[in-house]
């Protein structure tokens, strides 16, 4: 079966794509920042079918050549690590420039591999909307919109730093094709605030940041929790998604605006308490979350979703997967 490489492969939805291409047969190479992070991988994945390449730092000069250059038989890549934090003390430093050199040299990598086929970046509807034409419910978005925020102005917070990362990293790959066009089929994946359970093990004190938000509530003492709003999709269908684009020609060059409705926190609690009320949880404002999330814009992906042939999952499985999972590991 072909070999797809992928980026930052011990990330939450790395992982779930690689365990689909696993299952599905594809040899599959991941990079990892050291070789206790990728032992420790390894040990979890278990299939003969992967290996790792260390890649320490994105924005380290040609970080990927080295590794690329050893599997010429590549043909897929699929480029998801990103810094995804909003706990920096320097937005540009930390998160801006990592980003935007990670995806420039890893597109650059790509003009060493003589069978590449396809190019898969997980964007983000971070790059299709601003934080906070997001909270405008005059707004409606599509997988025409983008994020127009200043590379400047996301130098001064993490949020608008992580808006402006994925917005311009975006928009490096596909300018990347006007110069090289030849070089590969672009796909990319824009997914909402992402939640579920993980692909092989879960470690309940290192979630990461979007199914902290989950995590988080597990322990709470108080109803102090951030009330966090914003739109939401199930791992197993972004996952599923960038496999489906390396698949299926039929999602060249589109973008793909993976989501499946609006969450707040509250929301999240409220499924908490009704599918495990032993865990005698907070309260918070019970059953406030549609009032929460009518403020945020509104999402048009038909286009998205009559490209993928399945049905999205709810926040509610998403949820009541993630928790489970963490119930279990105890
Ligand atoms: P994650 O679990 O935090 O994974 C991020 C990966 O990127 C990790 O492997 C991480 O390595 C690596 N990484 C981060 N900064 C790096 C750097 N400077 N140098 C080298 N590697 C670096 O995040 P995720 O949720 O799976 O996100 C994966 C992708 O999906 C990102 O591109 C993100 O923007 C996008 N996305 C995520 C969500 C969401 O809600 N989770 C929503 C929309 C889009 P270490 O773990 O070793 O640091």
Redesign the pocket.
């Known amino acids: 079966m072909p070999a797809v490489y992928i ?8 992982q779930h794509i690689i365990k689909i291409l696993l299952e599905k047969g594809y040899t599959v190479i991941g ?4 070789k206790e ?1 990728g032992e420790k991988l390894s040990k979890i994945i278990n299939n003969p079918n992967f290996q790792y390449e260390i ?5 380290a000069p040609d970080a990927f050549h080295e590794s690329l250059k050893k599997h010429q038989d590549i043909e897929y890549i699929v480029h ?6 909003y706990t920096v003390n320097d937005p540009e430093l930390d998160i801006i420039i ?2 935007l050199k ?1 995806t420039e040299n890893i597109l650059n990598g790509t003009l060493l591999l003589p069978k590449l086929k396809k190019f898969i970046l ?5 790059a299709i909307y601003s934080n906070i034409d997001e909270r405008n419910n005059k707004f409606t978005f599509d997988e025409s919109s983008w994020n127009n925020v200043a590379y400047e102005e996301g130098k001064k917070d993490p949020v608008g730093g ?1 808006y402006v ?2 917005a311009l990293g975006e928009k490096k790959a596909w300018k990347f094709l006007e110069t090289h066009q030849n070089a590969f089929q672009l796909t990319t994946v ?6 579920g359970n993980q692909a092989f093990k879960v470690d309940p004190k290192n979630l ?4 902290s938000y989950v995590g988080d509530l597990l322990t709470a003492k108080n109803d102090q929790f951030e009330n966090e709003i914003g739109g939401f999709i199930d791992v197993v269908d ?1 996952a599923k998604a960038h496999v489906f684009a390396i698949e299926n020609d039929s999602v060249i060059g589109k973008r793909l605006f993976l989501n499946n409705g609006k969450f707040s926190v509250q929301m999240i609690l409220d499924i908490i308490n009704k599918n495990f009320p032993q865990l005698n949880l907070i309260k918070g404002n019970v059953g406030s979350g549609q009032k929460d999330v009518e403020v945020l814009a509104n999402v048009n992906n038909e286009f998205t979703k009559k490209l993928l042939p399945w049905q999205f999952t709810s926040l509610e499985t998403s949820v009541i997967n993630t928790v489970q999972q963490i119930l279990d590991s105890k």
Request: with cysteine; net charge positive; charged share 10%.
């Open positions: 980026t930052g492969a011990n990330g939450f939805i790395a990079t990892i920042r050291s992070k890649v320490p730092e994105l924005n998801s690590a990103s810094p995804v934090t990592p980003a990670g997980t964007s983000s509807d971070s992580y990362s994925k824009c997914p909402s605030y992402v939640f990461n940041f979007s199914n972004v």
